[in-house]
T-cell receptor, first 115, second 113 residues
Framework: GAVVSQHPSRVICKSGTSVKIECRSL??????MFWYRQFPKKSLMLMATSNEGSKATYEQGVEKDKFLINHASLTLSTLTVTSAHPEDSSFYICSARDGAQWTQYFGPGTRLTVL | GQQLNQSPQSMFIQEGEDVSMNCTSSSIFNTWLWYKQDPGEGPVLLIALYKAGELTSNGRLTAQFGITRKDSFLNISASIPSDVGIYFC?????????????FGKGTKLSVIP
């Protein structure tokens, strides 16, 4: 149980385009989903917290207009990187919290490369 | 944001040896979690601790929630090559509806066969 999937696992795009990353909880309902960014050999940095049906809460320094988050259902959250630039290249990881627990379960991550 | 002090940063051990790593914080948490991350993958939950003083095992892994709520350790016994990876501790407070995790910087474990 407690499986979280992400799609795509890898994406390469041209500078200026937008990329959508999906995060799904496969066997539980995720009241809250979190989006993280991880640079090589670094720890996970929280970007935003999203609750189903409401606007995401962004961490300081994260541009909400650049990183659009939608949490339309209890099993799906999406992160859209708009007008991507090479500095947006990173490993993006989502996690989901089962409403009955405090524990977060992580997706396998999405490697974004912006050329 | 706030980070936990996790040590050691990296360690090289011989297969079969025991491993110990720990995390300390200047503030208290009511949940401690330990995750393992393989290259190019997301973190996988190893052990979750919900009560101060709690000692929990998961196979060869044992973790404890410090009595002060400001620290936790993870032990791995009889290490094997597949234990290689980066181990992260994370603290969590669930008050006021916030379930955010505060992560340590990770311990990179290398196991020499």
């Amino acid at each position: 149980g407690a499986v979280v999937s992400q799609h795509p696992s890898r994406v390469i795009c041209k500078s200026g385009t937008s990329v959508k990353i999906e995060c799904r909880s496969l066997d539980f309902q995720a009241t809250t989903m979190f989006w993280y960014r991880q640079f090589p050999k670094k720890s996970l940095m929280l970007m935003a917290t999203s609750n189903e049906g409401s606007k995401a809460t962004y961490e300081q320094g994260v541009e909400k207009d650049k990183f659009l988050i939608n949490h339309a259902s209890l099993t799906l959250s999406t992160l859209t990187v708009t007008s991507a630039h090479p500095e947006d290249s990173s490993f993006y990881i989502c996690s989901a919290r089962d409403g009955a627990q405090w524990t977060q379960y992580f997706g396998p991550g999405t490697r974004l490369t912006v050329l | 944001g706030q980070q936990l002090n996790q040590s050691p940063q990296s360690m090289f051990i011989q297969e079969g040896e025991d491993v110990s790593m720990n995390c300390t914080s200047s503030s208290i948490f009511n949940t401690w979690l330990w995750y393992k991350q393989d290259p190019g993958e997301g973190p996988v939950l190893l052990i979750a601790l919900y009560k101060a003083g709690e000692l929990t095992s998961n196979g060869r892994l044992t973790a404890q929630f410090g009595i002060t709520r400001k620290d936790s350790f993870l032990n791995i016994s009889a290490s094997i090559p597949s234990d290689v990876g980066i181990y992260f501790c994370a603290g969590q407070n669930s008050g006021a509806g916030s379930y955010q995790l505060t992560f340590g910087k990770g311990t990179k474990l290398s196991v020499i066969p």
